[in-house]
């Protein structure tokens, strides 16, 4: 596998996390999870909270204090009626009996509000009650609100209490000189009324006053992370740059209105590593260019000496006098070799080629007279292989280079021959893979066999340059290792992909190429 640093190394890490997500599910999971609480939504989220708590602060202490100050009113009149009824019940000149009319006394003096309940109590027993209503006229309280109103202790506080029937009042208790006690209480209906009525005001105030706030909350946190937004836009752009080789032009930097912000350091820091990210960019784009250059031309200038090696060689051979047999075999091992090492020069200018852009031949190619011609070779070649093909019977037919995509299938069917034990059975496809999206139809070419498979730490480095699989497929002859990565950069420069899947007893690579 490519490590931090190796070419195509962020692209193969993305197509693995890609690859992990689909095989777990995650894309179904992450629709039904719900929306993501973003830094906007955070931010609106505690204004929000802030206004309902400090809104709900200030109701609860307003209510609460004119609450108390409107009992605190209504007290202050219980009092001067319950002043008024013990004047009417006492005597300077010694203790009144109670009077025949009962509760009445209390409540035709002048000056007592209405809705003022009065009641006279022998012995923690209604001696006779009575209220005033609406129109002035006199009325009995039911049972239960007698009882409530016998119970009230005999101290003269003012004492919150529930008539059955009547509602809320303030009630106070007195004794009087005859031997027996009074009970005043005035209603709180008008206290409790105003109360609700400031309460429903702060409600409603309070709602306007949230919706407002949010609705200038998100224009402020709107404006105050447009930078982020750009930095999020710029670094989105730059991680869609093909970024794996090429000379790469970055986006133009994050504007900084203000660095003494935190989004103005953000975005400083971000167009610093920008800098720093194009600087290391060039960088390496000018150390590869370096390298593909210089193994371009050693293998350009590799190629003369090599041919004359071999040219020397093969004339030694047939020169017509009697060598000695160890003369004649270092003069075959030497043909062999300058053989050898003229493949791997050849395979070396050509990925060299490939890495500096050059554009193939777009010629049209007909693909299934393409796969019949090479299974025919890789038949003559490997006559121990049990060797299939299966192609349509119409033409198939791509834009491309002919001889480049057949050096691909060679590639293909001699990593087979070479890698498998005899007798493996090795299958070629070519069928049409129609396609609905953009990408428009393609055509895909597979190479399987029976042999004993790919081990899964060989698979991760497979298309390598100079990666070989001794480790997990038996080697029977040489190779330069650089045969899979001539398929890769042949197909990409097609702008084709190529993948291999593998196991015990199943090995296949597949060709998928456009049709133009």
């Known amino acids: 596998m490519t490590n931090p ?28 999870r719900p929306a993501p609480k973003t830094l906007r939504r955070r931010l609106l989220i505690v204004v929000a909270a802030l206004v309902v708590l400090v809104s709900a602060i200030v109701g609860l202490v307003s209510v609460a204090v004119l609450h108390n100050q409107l009992v605190a009113r209504l007290d202050a009149a219980l009092e001067q009626a319950t002043d008024r009824a013990g004047r009417a019940l006492d005597d300077p000149g010694g203790p009144l009996p109670i009077p025949p009319e009962g509760a009445e006394v209390l409540l035709r003096i002048p000056g007592q509000p209405v809705g003022t309940v009065a009641a ?51 009630a106070i208790a007195a004794p009087t000189n005859g031997g027996y006690s009074f009970v005043v209480a005035l209603p709180l209906d008008e206290v409790n009324a105003t109360t609700a009525q400031l309460g429903i005001t702060i409600v409603i105030v309070a709602l306007a006053g949230l919706a407002g706030a949010l609705a200038l909350g998100a224009v402020t ?19 869609d740059l093909p970024l794996a080789r090429g000379d790469v032009e970055l986006p133009e930097q994050v504007p900084v209105d203000d660095e003494r912000t935190e989004v103005g350091r953000l975005a400083t820091s971000f167009n610093r590593m920008l800098g720093h990210v194009a600087s290391a960019l060039s960088a390496r784009e ?37 060598l000695p047999p160890d003369v004649v075999h270092a003069i075959g091992r030497i043909e062999s070799e300058s053989l050898r090492m003229t493949e791997l020069v050849e395979d070396l200018l050509l990925l060299a080629r490939l890495d500096e852009g050059r554009e193939l031949r777009r010629d049209p190619v007909d693909l299934r007279q393409l796969v019949v011609d090479a299974v025919g070779d890789a038949q003559v070649a490997g006559p121990d292989h049990d060797w299939r093909v299966a192609v349509p019977a119409e033409p198939v037919t791509v834009a491309g280079d002919a001889s480049r995509l057949h050096q691909v299938l060679a590639n293909l069917l001699a990593n087979a021959r070479v890698h498998t034990p005899e007798g493996t059975k090795v299958v070629v496809r070519l069928q049409p893979v129609p396609s609905t999206d953009a990408a428009g139809d393609r055509v895909r070419i597979t190479v399987s066999d029976d042999g004993p498979g790919i081990g899964p730490d060989v698979r991760a480095t497979l298309f390598e340059r100079f990666a070989r699989g001794d480790a997990s497929r038996s080697r029977r002859a040489g190779s330069t290792g650089l045969g899979l990565a001539i398929v890769r950069a042949v197909v990409e420069a097609h702008r084709g992909t190529v993948a291999v899947d593998s196991g015990p007893g199943r090995t296949e690579f597949a060709v998928e190429l456009p049709v133009d």
């Open 120 to 170: 006279l109590v022998v012995d923690r027993t209604i001696f006779a009650s009575s209220t005033i209503d609406e129109e002035g006229e006199l009325v009995q309280p039911s049972p239960d609100a007698l009882r409530t109103l016998a119970a009230v202790p005999v101290d003269r506080e003012p004492r919150t209490v529930e008539l059955a029937g009547l509602g809320d009042y303030r």
């Open 5 to 32: 640093g190796d070419p195509g190394h962020a692209a193969a890490a993305r197509r693995a996390a890609a690859e992990r997500a689909e095989a777990a599910g995650v894309t179904d999971a992450a629709a039904a």
């Open 221 to 239: 946190v709107r404006r105050a992370l447009q930078p982020l937004d750009r930095v999020t836009e710029t670094a989105t752009a730059v991680s």
């Open 286 to 322: 000018q150390s590869e260019r370096k390298v593909r250059r210089f193994v371009a031309d050693a293998s350009h200038e590799l190629r003369t000496p090599l041919a004359s090696i071999r040219g020397y060689a093969e004339l030694t051979r047939m020169h017509g006098g009697e």
